[in-house]
């Protein structure tokens, strides 16, 4: 079936340190794949998406790319921030008449200055 | 208020109880979804409306699920006879077409239901 798996966290840095938070995927047919972020308190937000492979999708000084011969989208960001502590879900969308998103389990990220 | 709005943000209710969550999506988003997400897992998909039908409910776990969205608007999602597996935080989206065409959904911050 499709699914999505990401690291477990949580994943402890200190700022400024490098980041990286693994998913990767299995899915029939070429999905859309989305990282979607979550800040204490808040609702969970679209941090960046990819169509298609070699996509590269960025935001926020996060960085992922489509990698379908891997099918993995790892998330980057090359100096983190306090501010970046929040849960980050990796997520799938299939092209065709399905319109529903299917999220991996999440990843908590702490930063500590 | 700007974003998706749900309510209530808790809900403690009692095994076989009947329990209602609503929200309401941003102005104008013509799709709304309804998430369900247990404890240290990502969100899993329970129905979407497109307007005021039901496109897709696929996901709802068994038939004490029901959801509506009678005007294309607000939705309510309907549990009877809840049991203590229900207890979760279930999530509300909006967008403005579909997520398969943008995939950016817009997320309330959800209904924390506890079931004893």
């Known amino acids: 079936g499709n699914s999505v798996t990401q690291m477990e966290g949580p994943v402890t840095l200190s700022e400024e340190a490098f980041l990286t938070i693994n998913c990767t995927y299995t899915?029939?047919?070429?999905?859309?794949l989305f990282w979607y972020v979550q800040y204490p308190g808040e609702g969970l937000q679209l941090l960046l998406k990819?169509?298609?492979?070699?996509d590269k999708g960025s935001n926020k000084g996060f960085e992922a790319t489509y990698r379908k011969e891997t099918t993995s989208f790892h998330l980057e960001k090359g100096s983190v921030q306090v501010s970046d502590s929040a849960v980050y879900f990796c997520?799938?969308?299939?092209?065709?008449?399905?319109?529903?998103?299917?999220f991996g389990t999440g990843t908590r990220l702490q930063v500590f200055p | 208020g700007a974003g998706v709005s749900q309510t209530p943000s808790n809900k403690v209710t009692e095994k076989g109880k009947y329990v209602e969550l609503r929200c309401d999506p941003i102005?104008?988003?013509?799709?709304l979804y309804w998430y369900r997400q247990s404890l240290g897992q990502g969100p899993e998909f329970l129905i979407y409306?497109?307007?005021?039908?039901?496109?897709?409910d696929s996901g709802l776990p068994n038939d004490r699920f029901f959801a509506v969205r009678p005007e294309g608007s607000v939705s309510t999602l309907k549990i009877q006879r809840t049991e203590r597996g229900d207890s979760a935080v279930y999530l509300c989206?909006?967008?403005?077409?579909?997520?398969?065409?943008?995939?950016?959904?817009?997320f309330g911050e959800g209904s924390r239901l506890t079931v004893l």
């Open positions: 989206a909006s967008s403005l077409t579909s997520a398969g065409l943008t995939g950016e959904l817009f």
């Open positions: 990819a169509t298609k492979a070699d």
């Open positions: 102005s104008g988003h013509t799709a």
């Open positions: 997520a799938l969308n299939l092209p065709g008449n399905t319109d529903k998103l299917i």
């Open positions: 899915a029939t047919g070429y999905p859309s």
């Open positions: 409306f497109q307007g005021t039908g039901a496109a897709d």
